[in-house]
């Protein structure tokens, strides 16, 4: 008898966890929002689009995008999807023209030399907008955010 009620006890504890980490998974996935980043003012269709996502204000300022995505360049504008936890997030991109992978420069003043942007179409003084020009919040009601290219 006492097997039998350690062998019940057991399923049921068994049952609980199965439970509980289907419940998890459910609430994992449930915890993500289908995020879209548009690019627009795209003149030329060579290349790549890059884009970086940071996460936080650390990851901005040390330049380490938290995600990274690519896509084709279209006239039309382009864009690119990803599964994000609802929070404050910033964005950057350029557009790879030569497809080299890198935001090439141009002339002794280091002068942008593909087109690029940042989120909320902020526009650098010196160096990359500050955190706080640039973060935007996605959740459930913001699925979406378009940067605007501007050409160098």
């Known amino acids: 008898m006492k097997l039998i009620k350690f062998c019940l006890a057991i399923a049921f504890i068994v049952a609980a966890v199965s439970l509980n980490s289907d419940s998890d ?8 929002v289908s995020f879209e980043l548009k690019i627009s003012n795209i003149e ?7 884009m970086g996502i940071f996460a936080d204000e650390k ?5 380490d995008a938290t995600h990274s995505l690519e896509a ?8 690119a999807a990803i599964e994000l936890e609802p929070g404050e997030y910033a964005a950057s991109a350029f557009q790879d023209l030569n497809d080299d992978g890198e935001f090439n420069r141009k002339g002794m003043m280091r002068l942008p030399g593909e087109p690029y942007g940042f989120s ?8 990359v907008p500050g955190w706080k020009r640039v973060k935007f919040t996605v959740d459930e009601n913001s699925t979406e955010h378009t940067i605007k290219l501007v050409q160098p």
């Open 59 to 63: 990851a901005w300022k040390d330049l």
């Open 44 to 50: 030329e269709t060579e290349g790549k689009i890059i």
């Open 25 to 32: 998974e459910s609430k994992q996935e449930a915890e993500t």
């Open 120 to 127: 909320n179409n902020a526009r650098p003084r010196i160096g």
């Open 72 to 79: 084709e360049p279209s006239t039309e504008g382009s864009s």
